[in-house]
């Protein structure tokens, strides 16, 4: 990976933890200048020894105003912007007939109006800068497969993965190529208290065929490869990361909600 990303630039949101600071980390080590975003000041602080190869900004994705000031933070400190990865998301869950109308805007808003905005803005640099880029969105499995008391996330993730073919397809003329991952289960600050659950655990884990909750850093290895020049001729796809989760369905959890 050293070097790869030599020269390039890279706007993230959700930086600071998880998923999304497994990216950060990778597009560092990869050579790539970073400019990383998320609420969390504190978290940003872990790439300190980068230097001058990265930027933390604090930003709420749901506040168009903050990702534009990102976006302007990339190109007023690096001069570009090639490469972008759209990561920040979090879930509020309850069964339907229970869920407050705030918990569903809360869930829909970070994951789904998030990603709207970064891309929006993302894309406006890319194509002002004439050199196309890439855009990795994250979606998730339950894009594809519903979970009990997790309407609002798996309808966000599910309008994240159509969202981002519908911008694959109206930014290929401009030569920025849009693509979404959706990984399983991932062993993440967020997930902690579902991974020390045993009995969850468990029921989890038969379905899961690899056996094992996914790391961070394979999921962000997904992501850049879709940015990176291996995938140069795929664009409004989707990478399902879950050891194999999908083919087998997701289990019912009610008795753990």
């Known amino acids: 990976m050293h070097g790869r990303f030599e020269d390039s630039v890279a706007f993230v949101t959700g930086a600071a933890s998880g998923i999304g600071a497994a990216v950060t980390d990778a597009l560092l080590r990869a050579g790539a200048r970073v400019v990383g975003a998320d609420l969390h000041q504190e978290g940003l602080a872990q790439f300190a020894d980068y230097g001058d190869a990265f930027r933390g900004h604090v930003a709420d994705v749901t506040r168009e105003s903050d990702i534009v000031a990102g976006v302007e933070a990339a190109l007023d400190t690096f001069g570009t912007l090639d490469m972008a990865f759209n990561v920040a998301g979090v879930s509020r869950g309850a069964p339907i007939v229970d869920l407050e109308e705030d ?32 855009i990795v969105n994250m979606s998730s499995l339950n894009a594809h497969v519903p979970m009990h008391t997790g309407a609002a996330y798996s309808s966000a993730k599910a309008g994240v993965e159509m969202f981002t073919k519908n911008a694959a397809l109206e930014l290929a003329r401009d030569g920025i190529r849009v693509n979404a991952v959706l990984p399983g289960l991932i062993d993440t600050p967020l997930t902690q208290r579902r991974l020390v659950n045993k009995p969850l655990m468990d029921t989890w884990l038969e379905r899961i065929p690899q056996g094992r909750p996914g790391r961070p850093e394979e999921v962000a290895a997904a992501c850049l490869f879709l940015a990176g020049p291996e995938a140069t001729y795929i664009t409004g796809t989707s990478l399902v990361v879950d050891g194999g989760w999908e083919i087998t369905g997701y289990p019912d959890l009610r008795r753990f909600a």
Do not use: I, N, P, Q
């Open 103 to 134: 918990l569903w805007d809360f869930t829909v808003d970070r994951v789904l109006k998030g990603v709207y905005l970064s891309t929006k803005h993302e894309a406006r640099a890319m194509r002002a800068t004439g050199r196309g880029g890439a």
